[in-house]
């Protein structure tokens, strides 16, 4: 069954489920050899997955974030490195088509190629010298304009999904002027290749390559946007990152409760978890968990209930989310791991994996120390204008 035609939320839910249960068979394999888990996309291709996200007046799902984030943690329950993956293409393709942020028959002839053809986009915006985006950093890559078409020349980082993108979507500066533009970027074009550079001991299975631009030359209308200077618009479809290192933490819990449960040295009666100190580190697991899914889903929910005007302010928010829930998500694998002890780290346990992901997560976007400051600078604000 297809995804777009359940009758339900809770059946999409159930659908995304089981296949997702899938992946935790390859998880470990994929991560070991570095290597790309395509049969995951395969997978959620067949259920339409790739489609929910795209606004039903041009033939997709429509869905909330709410419910955008439901899945997004039932994937990384299992896959971690494939629910973060796939979360971009989800988020950004929303996210276009409700912004209507390009010309609609650009963005209409994308999204069909997603719709009929399976195609997966993502923002390629990281180089070397100048790290992530959000920093401000000004791209080195360059597009020239030549003869009726952009010639791009570069080297990004980062290129999550880049074994099956179909559309990298390239930000780069525009010579002879200060602009930086946005280009889609088919991935078959002569001049598009891929680098194998990555070797991260998290999230290995995210194909998060080099992708390298030599003389590649677009249409005039794959120019589709221009980087704006200033404060970037607040982005709900960015809660897929806290809800993907949520759903990482749940699973450690899982493994967690499951070894306590079955454990039972000689030198007690019954299993581990009967005993206080166990059960005190799995109370502050759940407490952790439980305070992150409440903060996570009313903030979608409160995305998606509000107009342009108020989604505009969310932005502290929407940082915060991010922040609390990754550093919980962080803190809960560590005490599941205790929970478990020195076995945790053997190669065999899932809990080494789920630790190496879920730290993946401080260095995705947006990074603590910016919204710390921005959340201080709130709260002066605020309370100045209180007095």
């Given at each position: 069954m297809?995804?777009?035609?359940?009758?339900?939320?809770?059946?999409?839910?159930?659908?995304?489920?089981?296949t997702?249960?899938?992946?935790?068979?390859?998880?470990?394999?994929?991560d070991?050899?570095?290597?790309?888990?395509?049969e995951?996309?395969?997978?959620?291709?067949?259920?339409?997955?790739?489609?929910?996200?795209?606004?039903?007046?041009?033939?997709?799902?429509?869905?909330?974030?709410?419910?955008?984030?439901?899945?997004?943690?039932?994937?990384?329950?299992?896959?971690?490195?494939?629910a973060?993956?796939?979360?971009?293409?989800?988020?950004i393709?929303?996210?276009?088509?409700?912004k209507?942020?390009?010309?609609?028959?650009k963005y209409?002839s994308?999204?069909?190629?997603?719709?009929?053809?399976?195609?997966?986009?993502n923002n390629?915006?990281?180089?070397?010298?100048?790290?992530?985006?959000t920093?401000?950093?000004?791209?080195?890559?360059?597009?020239?304009?030549?003869?009726?078409?952009?010639?791009?020349?570069?080297?990004?980082?980062?290129?999550?999904?880049?074994?099956?993108?179909?559309?990298?979507?390239?930000?780069?500066?525009?010579e002879?002027?200060?602009?930086?533009?946005?280009?889609?970027?088919?991935?078959?074009?002569?001049?598009?290749?891929?680098?194998?550079?990555?070797?991260?001991?998290?999230?290995?299975?995210?194909?998060?390559h080099?992708?390298?631009?030599?003389?590649?030359?677009?249409?005039?209308?794959?120019?589709?946007?221009y980087?704006?200077?200033?404060?970037?618009?607040?982005?709900?479809?960015?809660?897929?990152?806290?809800?993907?290192y949520?759903?990482?933490?749940?699973?450690?819990?899982?493994?967690?409760?499951?070894?306590?449960?079955?454990?039972?040295?000689?030198?007690?009666?019954?299993?581990?978890?009967?005993?206080?100190?166990?059960?005190?580190?799995l109370?502050?697991?759940?407490?952790?968990?439980?305070?992150?899914?409440h903060?996570?889903?009313?903030?979608?929910?409160?995305w998606?209930?509000?107009?342009d005007?108020?989604?505009?302010?969310?932005?502290?928010?929407?940082?915060?989310?991010?922040?609390?829930?990754?550093?919980?998500?962080?803190?809960?694998?560590?005490?599941?791991?205790?929970?478990?002890g020195a076995?945790?780290l053997?190669?065999?346990?899932?809990?080494?994996?789920?630790?190496?992901?879920?730290?993946?997560?401080?260095?995705?976007p947006?990074?603590?120390?910016m919204?710390?400051?921005?959340?201080?600078?709130?709260?002066?604000s605020?309370?100045?204008?209180?007095?």
């Open positions: 297809d995804t777009l035609q359940a009758s339900d939320q809770s059946s999409r839910l159930d659908l995304t489920r089981e997702a249960k899938r992946f935790k068979e390859t998880s470990r394999m994929h070991e050899n570095i290597s790309f888990p395509f995951n996309f395969e997978a959620l291709k067949e259920i339409g997955y790739h489609k929910l996200s795209i606004p039903k007046e041009y033939g997709g799902g429509g869905i909330s974030i709410e419910e955008l984030m439901r899945h997004q943690e039932i994937i990384a329950r299992y896959d971690g490195a494939t973060l993956a796939i979360g971009w293409h989800m988020g393709i929303m996210d276009i088509g409700e209507r942020a390009w010309d609609t028959e209409r994308v999204v069909q190629d997603v719709l009929n053809d399976g195609a997966l986009v390629i915006a990281t180089e070397p010298a100048t790290g992530s985006p920093r401000g950093g000004r791209p080195e890559t360059t597009a020239q304009k030549k003869n009726g078409k952009w010639i791009l020349n570069g080297r990004k980082t980062f290129a999550t999904l880049s074994p099956i993108l179909k559309y990298a979507i390239v930000s780069a500066t525009i002879g002027s200060d602009e930086v533009g946005n280009f889609t970027v088919d991935t078959a074009l002569e001049g598009v290749t891929v680098e194998e550079t990555w070797n991260s001991i998290a999230m290995r299975a995210t194909g998060s080099d992708l390298l631009l030599e003389n590649v030359a677009v249409e005039e209308d794959d120019l589709v946007s980087r704006t200077p200033g404060k970037k618009q607040p982005a709900g479809w960015l809660l897929h990152i806290p809800a993907c949520l759903g990482i933490a749940r699973a450690a819990q899982r493994s967690a409760v499951q070894f306590a449960k079955s454990y039972s040295p000689n030198s007690i009666e019954g299993t581990i978890s009967e005993l206080p100190n166990v059960q005190e580190k109370g502050r697991i759940e407490l952790m968990l439980m305070e992150s899914e903060f996570l889903y009313s903030v979608a929910r409160q998606d209930e509000s107009d005007e108020m989604r505009a302010e969310m932005g502290g928010t929407l940082g915060a989310v991010k922040t609390s829930v990754v550093n919980k998500a962080v803190d809960a694998v560590d005490l599941a791991m205790r929970v478990v076995k945790s053997s190669e065999d346990s899932d809990l080494q994996l789920h630790y190496r992901n879920v730290r993946a997560g401080i260095h995705n947006p990074m603590d120390d919204v710390m400051v921005g959340l201080a600078k709130s709260s002066i605020r309370i100045n204008e209180d007095d």
